[in-house]
């Protein structure tokens, strides 16, 4: 009972928060984000032990998908971009929210059928490798988008701004991050105590043995790393929306920020549970945040060193810390007489 | 497309500038197999993925670069950088890579990945983020009617690193340091057993890969040019050359460090300048590909 009145009290909060802090909207939508490219990280690293650092590539394709699909509805697409900012395009309100209507589950679902592609390849891959050739990818991405004049190339590409006025526009981006984040964590909650969840858990504990007892790892896999895309590239295409203009390389396909900060999100509230995620992406946020109000200049020396210090001293995160000194929270009974003897 | 297909055209009616793609792809691997041999001697021996490689590299280029600011010859720099770039190495090894050597592959490689944003950061904010280069002022010779240059400076610089690469062979092969690393690389508790101090062997074995690196990334900015993060594209240059060559096949990894910088010049001037890095990339995903599809026929994966 008490957790359903906590999942209330946050409700509440997720919904209070905009208008109590009207400063900090964009704030909080960046941190929803973070939210959702954690949780979507962890269903293949933390769930299923394939550790991904090329889950970036969704989010770009996601952003340039959600672009061509707003503008294609409207003007061909290439003579837009031709324009680079010559010839005049107006789009009215309708135009605008059938673009966003229509854009952000194609770009979803766009996602997933890439992660099905790509997958398909690297998946025979693993561990360290399956985080290389991942990477590979999503530099690989940026750098042909950044070639592609159809869509802007290393320009980048501008979408049209929210017909209405500025304040509403930061308010409805931030419901739709929020209402995405929160999908995506019930999603979770309630695939992971299917046997598909079970089903990933045993391909991250044993693959050999998980084949061997009938699961077929690879649809598995696939499945789960669909999943995870098609949430990293629908939030790509609010992000879209939210930034009106993106350029590839440091936008779009940024490998170095988000790409490897969702890792580090993961990392740093617990791999492999369910609010490990949500509780890293907030930490890190904030830490983000303060490093870049009070350490101008050296935030990113900060960050690595986060990073570092993350990933050697406390890769279990903030919940394996807490699953290690308090077990009896998680359901976890030890026999403290047995473990004296 | 048409682009495509005139540049494939000129290749074909003036078959010496094959020769011209072929000379400067040659001088520019040789730099990279420096950088590959670092990080297959790492991998083998302390089983570390070493994703700061790059940025090993750029730091070198600033050490001899900011010499030659203060007045050093530029071809000193190369010592300079290779002294230098040992001391950070060591640190480096000192302060993280020991705690990683124990730990799944995954940890050292999001580690290094850490220290290598940490330390192209450090450098932007030390050196600036403009690129940087050292004029020797060396004249460049001309053959073929002009249509192959070949730059002194480049040519110096790629005896330097034929130089290098020879010294650090002999040394791996005779010294009994190097025979140590060896050992340590083929099975590490056995080596400890026979008295081997592995901790050691360790961190002489990443000090001297930093150094190596150290020691291309001087010699780049004499014939090219550094910028603060330009390191990721060596980093993920080396690993194409390691991942395609293997761990511990010497000839591989200069064959495939060659090879890659000829391709990379060939796909520069057929795709045009702006495809260099996305080739490089690709070229890491299709040698992952072809190494899992000679795995799949044994129905093993890629570990």
């Known amino acids: 009972m008490s957790k359903t009145l906590f999942y209330i009290i946050l409700g509440i909060i997720t919904v209070i928060a905009p208008f109590a802090f009207p400063a900090f909207q964009t704030q909080l939508a960046t941190l929803w984000l973070m939210i959702i490219v954690a949780q979507s990280w962890d269903m293949t690293g933390g769930q299923m032990g394939y550790n991904s650092l090329g889950n970036i590539f969704f989010y770009g394709t996601g ?23 010559g010839g005049i395009y107006t789009f009215t309100p309708d135009e605008y929210f059938l673009g966003m209507a229509l854009s952000i589950p194609a770009a979803g679902i766009f996602c997933a059928l890439c992660a099905f592609i790509i997958g398909y390849v690297t998946f025979g891959l693993r561990g360290p490798y399956f985080a290389i050739g991942t990477l590979g990818v999503a530099i690989a991405g ?32 931030y419901f739709l991050y929020a209402i995405l984040g929160i999908a995506l964590f019930f999603f979770c ?78 990392l740093l509230g617990g791999k492999g549970t369910l609010w490990g995620p949500v509780i890293g992406a907030v930490m890190f946020h904030v830490f983000k945040e303060l490093t870049w109000n009070y350490f101008l200049g050296w935030q990113w020396v900060a960050l690595g060193a986060l990073i570092v210090v993350v990933v050697v001293f406390f890769q279990d995160g903030l919940m394996g810390y807490l699953k290690y000194k308090r077990p009896e929270w998680f359901g976890i009974a030890v026999d403290t007489k047995e473990a004296k003897v | 497309m048409d682009q495509i297909l005139f540049n494939l055209g000129l290749l074909a009616e003036y078959p010496v500038v094959n020769l011209k793609i072929i000379i400067d792809g040659v001088m520019i691997g040789a730099l990279f197999a420096l950088a590959a041999y670092g990080l297959a001697l790492v991998w083998g021996v302390m089983n ?23 007045g050093m010859h530029p ?30 592959l995954f940890t050292s490689l999001l580690a290094t990945f850490g220290l290598a944003i940490m330390m192209a950061q450090i450098m932007n904010l030390m050196f600036g983020s403009d690129t940087q280069s050292i004029n020797l002022g060396y004249e460049t010779l001309y053959f073929a009617d002009g249509l192959i240059d070949v ?56 000090s001297l890969n930093s150094a190596i690196c150290g020691a291309a990334g001087a010699i780049i900015v004499m014939v090219w040019v550094i910028q603060p993060f330009y390191g990721i594209t060596y980093s993920v240059r080396a690993f194409v050359i390691v991942t395609a060559a293997g761990l511990g096949n010497l000839p591989g ?33 299709l040698v992952l590909v072809w190494r899992l599809s000679q795995q799949r026929k044994n129905r093993q994966v890629l570990k």
Not at chain 2, 48 to 65: E, H, P, R, S, T
Request: neutral net charge.
């Open chain 1, 142 to 173: 940026g750098e042909m988008v950044s070639n592609w004049d159809w869509i802007g190339g290393g320009q980048g590409i501008s979408m049209p701004s929210y017909p209405y006025n500025f304040d509403q526009f930061k308010t409805v981006i």
């Open chain 2, 48 to 70: 570390v993925k070493n994703l700061a490689q790059g940025d090993f590299v750029i730091a070198g280029g600033y050490v001899a670069w900011w010499g030659a600011q203060q």
């Open chain 2, 75 to 104: 071809l000193l720099g190369v010592p300079a950088a290779f002294i230098l770039m040992w001391g950070l190495g060591w640190v480096v090894y000192k302060l993280l890579i020991t705690r990683v050597i124990e730990r799944d």
């Open chain 2, 151 to 206: 730059p002194i400076a480049k040519l110096i610089g790629v005896c330097m690193a034929a130089g290098l690469a020879a010294g650090v062979i002999t040394f791996m092969k005779y010294s009994r340091m190097g025979q140590a690393i060896r050992a340590t690389a083929q099975d590490s508790r056995a080596a400890r057993v026979m008295g081997i101090d592995t901790e050691k062997v360790y961190a002489f074995t990443f």
């Open chain 1, 63 to 85: 952003m340039y998908v959600a672009a061509v699909v707003t503008i294609g509805l409207v003007y061909p697409v290439g003579e837009y971009t031709g324009a680079a900012g």
């Open chain 1, 189 to 266: 909650r309630w695939l992971y105590q299917t046997r598909f969840g079970a089903a990933i858990n045993a391909i991250r504990d044993d693959e050999g043995k998980a084949e061997a007892m009938g699961i077929h790892t690879m649809r598995y896999k696939l499945i789960a790393w669909a999943i995870s895309a098609f949430f990293v590239g629908a939030a790509g295409a609010i992000s879209a929306f939210q930034l009106i203009h993106f350029e590839p390389l440091e936008t779009a396909y940024q490998t170095i920020n988000l790409g490897i900060f969702m890792v580090v999100c993961v």
């Open chain 2, 253 to 285: 990894v200069i064959t495939a460090g060659l090879g890659i910088g000829a391709a990379e010049q060939y796909g520069s001037h057929i795709f045009g300048i702006g495809y260099q890095q996305a080739i490089a990339v690709i070229l890491l995903l």
